[in-house]
């Protein structure tokens, strides 16, 4: 069973609209939880990173969440552009190991 | 721009064959990594050097090789090819260290799609 899992799958969204993405994990002892953007065709590139002791954090119009008592993440994107269309990745790396944990991604269309 | 270069970003090929996909790291950068991506199918870990020596390895096939030379830069070498090699290949770079993988994020090159046909 993969570590990280990543909801929904896909999704359509209008633009100007806000969306929220989710990642649940399993990775224990947690270290950090990364957010990457992967365009159509590239390759991903960091978003934010998430420690145990941040609960949120924003980039721009976007904003990540950390609950790691329930060990979930979200991704939250307001007032979207076109430009957001991309599989937002999450990424979990655990303590004591020089591993990562990828989901498989929220692929994300915005429509005009 | 990551800095990461790969090539090429196009490759295909017949089953059976043999290929080179090659990887410049980001300037600085000792650590690099390969990953498969398929169709569907979420970044998978392959291998990862860190200055010249092989520091982990993931799901990579006995078939797949890779290393890292003395200029950084790395090779992974796909052989006897198959159908369901058919993937996009990343390779990515960080600062390195032990706790590199945790601490740093990694810079992805833009991947060479490889179709086997």
């Known amino acids: 069973k993969n570590q990280v899992e990543q909801s929904p799958q896909s999704l359509i969204i209008l633009e100007g609209k806000n969306c929220t993405l989710q990642?649940?994990?399993?990775?224990?002892?947690?270290?950090?939880l990364r957010w990457y953007k992967q365009d159509t065709g590239r390759g991903p590139v960091s978003l934010t990173i998430?420690?145990?002791?941040?609960n949120t954090k924003s980039n721009g119009r976007y904003t990540a969440t950390l609950d790691a008592d329930t060990k979930q993440s979200s991704l939250h994107i307001t007032a979207s552009q076109l430009s957001d269309s991309a599989s937002y990745i999450c990424v979990v790396s655990g303590k004591g190991n020089n591993r990562l944990a990828f989901g498989k991604g929220n692929q994300v269309v915005v429509i005009p | 721009d990551s800095g990461v270069t790969q090539t090429p970003k196009h490759l295909i090929t017949a089953t059976g064959q043999r290929v080179t996909l090659r990887c410049s790291p980001r300037s600085g950068d000792l650590s690099v990594y390969w990953y498969q991506q398929s169709l569907d199918q979420g970044l998978q870990f392959l291998i990862q050097?860190?200055?010249?020596?092989?520091?982990a390895k993931g799901n990579i096939l006995e078939r797949f090789s890779a290393q890292q030379f003395p200029d950084l830069h790395s090779e992974l070498n796909l052989s006897s090819l198959e159908l369901g090699d058919s993937a996009l290949y990343f390779c990515a770079s960080s600062v390195g260290g032990a706790r590199s993988v945790i601490d740093s994020p990694l810079h992805f090159g833009n991947g060479t799609r490889l179709t086997v046909t």
């Open positions: 990642c649940n994990y399993t990775v224990s002892p947690f270290s950090n």
């Open positions: 050097y860190y200055n010249g020596e092989e520091r």
């Open positions: 998430m420690t145990f002791s941040e």
